[in-house]
């Protein structure tokens, strides 16, 4: 694995690496012996090829930032009831109609 981080960081740094076909890429890697799944991803295109050798692992994010347990969410202000500095909130006015 740490020889195909090298050749990954290789291909990105030698412009006539990164810019040379896949079969010229593939005939230098093959030349270094590198690794079967690197080949396989440049041959292909697809990088998947890579998450074998490196072990796949999902990224999940949590999309909710804070969550409660029922009946344990913090108690929210009504909008008529005074701000915390004790001044009243304005009561919005209705516009005329024309």
Not at 12 to 35: I, P
Not at 36 to 48: H, K, N, R, T, Y
Not at 63 to 88: L, M, N, V, Y
């Amino acid at each position: 694995m740490t020889d195909t981080m090298d050749w990954l960081e290789a291909i990105g740094q030698d412009a006539t690496l990164r810019h040379a076909s896949a079969d010229a890429l593939n005939s230098t890697l093959e030349a270094a012996d590198a690794s079967e799944a690197l080949m396989a991803a440049v041959a292909s295109g697809d990088s998947a090829w890579l998450s074998q050798e490196f072990g796949h692992r999902d990224m999940f994010v949590n999309q909710a930032s804070q969550t409660f347990p029922e009946g344990d969410e913090p108690e929210r202000k009504d909008d008529d009831e005074e701000d915390q500095q004790g001044i009243p909130k304005p009561q919005s006015v209705p516009s005329p109609k024309g």
